[in-house]
């Protein structure tokens, strides 16, 4: 794990560094630092356009991050509790289509919400993965769709034994949490994965008085939206893995 303090801050030093050297842009993108269409620096200002610059040597490359990126997801795994942290720039719908991709098959079952997000269903028409949903009932009062019951979870458990992982959302667009602890216990005792959708949960990592996060609550895999509750830039997303994960 990370030896650098949390307080380093490795791809934002190396971006900051390439702009201070003043680095002659010979690379995409095509602006070069904002000189080739005026109105772009005018619109976003000057800082933003020179930090606007493609995988080089001293930037890493997010596809295989030797060096400052590596630095920085290894931080973040980290401050997220996960033995593992993968950047992610197609939002959480990219993080929760590698959980699935990487879980289940063609033919494999998945258990999950019936009120699942849509990037999970895509997932599931790509690969041809089975789901087995489970009907997470509705407050009646406010009209809301709720999480899954711990009884629900465990006889789609139990009826589906050959099942390869369950899916949880931390928490719902509504903000209700399921059992998530028991969830697990349950499903890691079937032999199943646990791949919780934190879509709407990133702030749980970073306060005792929040429902249980999912790295926390020993699930394997989460996908966590820092572009929502994280208040990050738009599109940012962060798959976390426990070490029952090859990260590979
Ligand atoms: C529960 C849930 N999961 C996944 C996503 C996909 O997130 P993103 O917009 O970051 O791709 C959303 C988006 O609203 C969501 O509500």
Redesign the pocket.
């Known amino acids: 794990m990370s030896r650098l303090s949390q307080q380093a801050t490795p791809l934002a030093e190396a971006l900051n560094a390439q702009r201070i050297n003043r680095l002659a842009h010979f690379d995409v993108p095509g602006h070069k630092g904002g000189r080739m269409n005026p109105e772009l620096p005018d619109y976003f200002g000057k800082l933003c356009m020179s930090l606007d610059v493609n995988s080089m040597k001293s930037l890493d490359n997010l596809g295989h991050p030797v060096s400052v990126i590596k630095a920085a997801q290894e931080l973040a795994a980290e401050a997220f509790g996960a033995d593992n942290a993968f950047f992610m720039v ?4 990219s993080a ?1 289509q590698t959980m699935i991709w990487a879980t289940c098959g063609r033919g494999e079952k998945i258990i999950l919400p019936r009120n699942v ?1 849509r ?1 999970a269903i895509n997932a599931l028409v790509v690969n041809g993965a089975v789901p087995v949903y489970i009907n997470p009932g509705r407050d009646a009062r406010l009209g809301i769709p709720l999480g899954m019951g711990v009884s629900d979870v465990q006889r789609a458990i139990e009826e589906n034994p050959d099942a390869k992982a369950v899916l949880v ?1 931390n928490p ?2 509504y903000g209700v949490c399921s059992d998530l602890e028991t969830i697990v216990s349950l499903a890691h005792a079937a032999g199943m994965k646990v791949l919780a ?1 934190e ?2 949960g990133t702030h749980f990592y970073f306060h005792d008085k929040l429902p249980v996060s999912g790295m926390a609550a020993g699930c394997d895999m989460a996908a966590a ?1 820092l ?2 509750t994280g208040g990050s830039l738009t599109q940012s ?1 962060i798959l976390l893995c426990n070490d029952s994960v090859n990260p590979d």
């Open positions: 197609n939002g959480t719908t929760v997000h990037s959302n719902t667009y959708d879509a709407h939206s572009h929502k997303s």
